[in-house]
């Protein structure tokens, strides 16, 4: 299969535009060489027969193929409408200034490719450069919304449009993980990753073409139930009853988390999935907030326990939605800040993109729980003892934290006071790769791309990972702080995918739970590292 | 005459489509923040690492210290010797440093030949002036003149060699990309070869610009187009200050916005401050995104739209 490949080769139909060959991929140390032949399991052909699935070896969102010719041209026909709009004010306010810098100022000098994991680890292959998608757009938006562009596009990048275009286009905005590191090194300012992220809202916004697990199961159920999980209000408060429970059992300290308590200093919002998936990461969260005699609560108004907001992935409208109903419930509770848990994303959403959103009494102060736990640590109301931390700890950076709101010391200089293992990742901070769960990845694995996003998305993470405890024995237990919610869903999933718990030893967690596995007042250990305690009672 | 009424033209077209340029970044609406960080407007120790206010507790209640001198020593270093592609991608910074500083000589040189005739001008025209400042400025242009055209030439033959030879330029790569390369060597060339072959002391360009500035009036018997190469070379300069700001090329002066309104654009929306005054104007205007969930048709505003839930199942 031809690995160079033209931006106008998007629009000429094949059966599979794109496909990794075995031994392609970057390849992995020891002792994961057996991974190295290893390529993306075929999709079944039974279940994707009536589904586009002509870019690559995988599909992410999913789309029904059109039923005949007048189908199709509809379909082209609308995304040129939606395209359009991308460019108008009443349309897209929210991003149209970056959109039109970046879609006018690309000087095509690949800066951005060697930034991009995907584009690395996959092999090199040319669809997954982050100018690659972006040049499709710019060359169907100049030849087919500029005056005369039928013309100029002979002079300035030809491409056709038609249904494969478009469908295939839908799809390579979902091999994008949104990190923007290769934002970061462009020497003009480009944002790449910003076009990705258009692409996906004119598909959502004007096309109804997203990804379920972002869309039905994601906002849309989000808005409807409370949260983005499914949990309605009473399964959320069940939850956390349960984890109350729990942690008791876990640490030996009893722990009360308080609901709607109207005039509290804090709404602490999580991710629901860490509900369900980690609940220990809530109950740390108490755990340290009641110790340090913090005025807190949750809300169990639906949408008010979910920080989540997948609309920031994919969909303004959703967005906006989501944001204002957590603003909203905050201003009912008259609390005096909003602080986000450990979810990446969300402090982004509502932190920042919400920024110039939320007006008058909805704009409340939002904070990043990595700082207020930082205020918590160095104020001294915490005892520690950072010997039952004495284990290998790495940190994970989280894009939506680090690189896009720039959180980058508060969590470290935890991690320094508390976890004398502690040592960084290569690069690291703003420079960080992403975990490949990002933009949605890491709750999106329909058909076969979580073996995509094991294989292609989360390599580099995998290998940071790996570099960070080289040189510490096997049999050692190592720790990968993750911040984020996410985050730790792409890293669990390449540890169990690349049996990295048998052969490396590798364990994954959040932050407060290293918090509190320090903590003095703890009568056991917070972390096991499977049957093993991390410290001994 | 002919040479000054098309460079009069050209300028003209630069002000004109640079200044709408400009015109059309400062009035699009507020957009939502899409910072990246490091913000070099920071303090020294957070941009250092890229952190940022948000880092503080209570953020909301402090003032936001900001400093120009960062912003500064970031900004100068990148402008002028593209630090950014040195970092990231060393290659190409070897042919594209030589190509914009080369660029950015012949600007300096541009300036120095409108003040040389400036002083003339001061002075008792039709006699030379003498003096430091003439002495000076002859030897700074000639400096500022020949470096820049051999950087040039350097560079625009470089890049583009590399775009044709490199598969991963070349493919991405049109006409227009190339065009535009050549365009720019045609005048480093042209250029070059006048001071090369006829005026090594850049007694023409000097000249030239004197015209600009008075009408066309001759300095020391000079009259535009003598040489053929000075001619190629007033005629590709003239068209190409037309020519850029048209075109992805006014990246030169574009990245201001880039990076201003949009990589670090970490402004907090204040209640009752100047960004909360454009997002309500924004909050107001009517989408017609046509897909079910949005449910816009027109009449909705955006906070109409983001107050309500999505219309389906």
């Known amino acids: 299969m031809n690995n160079q490949m033209k931006p106008s080769n998007l629009s000429k139909p094949s059966d599979c535009l794109c496909h990794i060959e075995p031994g392609e991929l970057s ?15 075929p999709l079944n052909p039974e279940k994707v027969k009536h589904l586009e699935t ?21 379909l082209v026909l609308r995304f040129l409408s939606g395209l359009k709009k991308l460019f108008e004010k009443e349309n897209n306010w929210t991003f149209l200034q970056p959109l039109m810098l970046s879609m006018e100022h690309c000087a095509k000098c690949q800066t951005c490719s060697n930034a991009c994991p ?42 056709d449009l038609n249904w494969t275009t478009i469908a295939r286009l839908a799809e390579l905005s979902y091999r994008c993980t949104l990190c923007r590191r290769c934002a970061t090194v462009c020497p003009i300012g480009v944002d790449n990753g910003l076009i990705t992220h258009e692409i996906r809202k004119l598909f959502s916004q004007e096309m109804g073409i997203a990804p379920k697990e972002l869309h039905d199961k994601g906002t849309v159920q989000h808005l409807r139930v409370g949260s983005s999980t499914g949990m309605n209000p009473l399964a959320a408060k069940d939850s956390v009853e349960f984890i109350q429970e729990e942690m008791e059992e876990i640490t030996g300290y009893k722990v009360e988390i308080p609901w709607d308590v109207e005039g509290a200093d804090i709404l602490l919002i999580h991710n629901a999935g860490e509900m369900l998936a980690w609940p220990e990461n809530v109950g740390a969260f108490a755990t340290i907030f009641q110790a340090a005699g913090l005025s807190w609560t949750l ?119 508390i976890a004398p293992g502690f040592r960084e990742m290569t690069p690291h901070g703003v420079e960080n790769y992403c975990c490949g769960g990002g933009s949605g990845f890491a709750i999106m694995s329909g058909y076969n791309f979580a073996q995509w996003r094991n294989l292609v998305g989360s390599r580099k993470k995998f290998l940071q990972i790996l570099n960070a405890f080289e040189g510490e ?51 056991k250990p917070m972390i096991r590292f499977g049957d093993e305690p991390s410290w001994r009672s | ?186 005048f480093f060339v042209s250029a070059l070869a006048a001071a090369v072959f006829t005026d090594p002391l850049l007694v023409g360009a000097k000249a030239y610009a004197f015209g600009l500035l008075t009408g066309g009036l001759p300095l020391n018997g000079y009259a535009p187009g003598q040489s053929i190469a000075g001619g190629v070379a007033i005629v590709s300069a003239s068209l190409l200050a037309a ?71």
Not at chain 1, 121 to 130: E, H
Not at chain 1, 312 to 319: E, I, P, R, S, T
Not at chain 1, 492 to 511: K, P, V
Not at chain 2, 245 to 256: D, G, I, N
Request: overall charge positive; glycine content about 6%.
């Open chain 1, 27 to 41: 390849p992995l140390p020891a002792p994961y060489e057996d991974f190295n032949q290893v390529t993306i399991p």
């Open chain 1, 299 to 417: 809300s169990s108004e639906a949408v008010g326990y979910d920080a989540v907001n997948y609309g920031l992935w994919y969909d303004d409208v959703q967005f906006s939605r989501v944001a204002v109903r957590h603003a909203d419930i905050a201003r009912r509770l008259k609390v005096k800040k909003i602080v986000m848990g450990e979810c990446g994303h969300a402090h982004k959403a509502l932190t920042v993109i919400a920024d110039r959103l939320l007006t008058g009494d909805l704009n409340l102060p939002r904070e990043s729980a990595m700082v207020t736990l930082e205020e918590i640590v160095r104020s001294g109301k915490l005892q520690f003892d950072p010997l039952r931390n004495d284990f290998p700890v790495t940190l994970h950076d989280p894009c939506n934290m680090v690189r896009s709101m720039g959180i980058v010391e508060p969590q470290r200089r935890i991690l320094r006071k």
């Open chain 2, 243 to 313: 020519y850029i700001p048209l075109t992805h090329m006014s990246h030169m002066f574009m990245k201001y916005f880039l990076y201003h309104k949009v990589k670090w654009d970490d402004a907090q929306n204040r209640r009752g401050g100047r960004i909360e005054a454009a997002i309500m104007e924004n909050l107001e205007l009517k989408p017609t995104w046509r897909a079910n969930h949005v449910d816009a048709d027109g009449r909705k505003s955006w906070r109409d739209i983001a107050s309500s839930a999505p219309k389906e199942k």
């Open chain 1, 118 to 159: 995907v584009y690395e680890m996959s092999g090199r292959k040319d669809i997954y450069r982050p100018m690659f998608r972006a040049e499709v757009l710019r060359r169907i938006y100049k030849k087919y919304l500029k005056p005369g562009g039928k013309i100029t596009a002979k002079l300035t990048g030809d491409i």
């Open chain 1, 54 to 74: 002509s870019l690559d070896d995988t599909i992410a969102i999913g789309i029904p193929k059109p039923a005949n010719k007048e189908e199709e041209e509809a």
């Open chain 2, 1 to 186: 005459m002919g040479f000054y009424l098309l460079s009069y033209l050209c300028i003209f077209v630069f002000i004109l489509a640079t200044a709408y340029r400009i015109y059309r970044q400062i009035t699009l609406p507020i957009h939502v923040r899409w910072e990246l960080y490091p913000v070099q407007h920071e303090t020294a120790a957070r941009a250092a690492y890229g952190g940022s206010y948000l880092e503080e507790v209570n953020w909301w209640e402090k003032t936001h210290k900001r400093s120009l001198f960062n912003e500064l020593r970031y900004m100068l270093p990148e402008i002028l010797f593209i630090r950014g592609l040195w970092k990231e991608n060393r290659s190409l910074w070897r042919i594209s440093f030589p190509f914009h500083f080369g660029l950015y000589l012949m600007i300096a040189t541009s300036g120095l030949l409108v003040v040389h005739a400036l002083v003339i001008l001061g002075s008792d025209y039709p006699a030379a002036p003498g003096g430091t400042i003439k002495s000076l400025l002859d030897g700074l242009i000639v400096v500022t003149g020949w470096t820049g055209l051999v950087l040039g030439n350097i560079g625009s033959l470089g890049l583009l060699s590399k775009r044709w030879t490199e598969p991963e330029l070349r493919n991405y790569s049109s006409f227009s990309d190339y065009f535009n390369i050549l365009f720019i060597f045609l």
């Open chain 1, 473 to 523: 024995p096997r049999e050692a237990p190592k720790y990968v702080c993750a911040p984020c919610s996410n985050c730790k869903g792409a890293i669990r999933d390449i540890i169990n995918y690349y049996h990295a718990e048998e052969r490396s030893r590798l364990y994954y967690g959040g932050l407060v739970e290293l918090i509190v596995n320090a903590m003095v007042d703890m009568k």
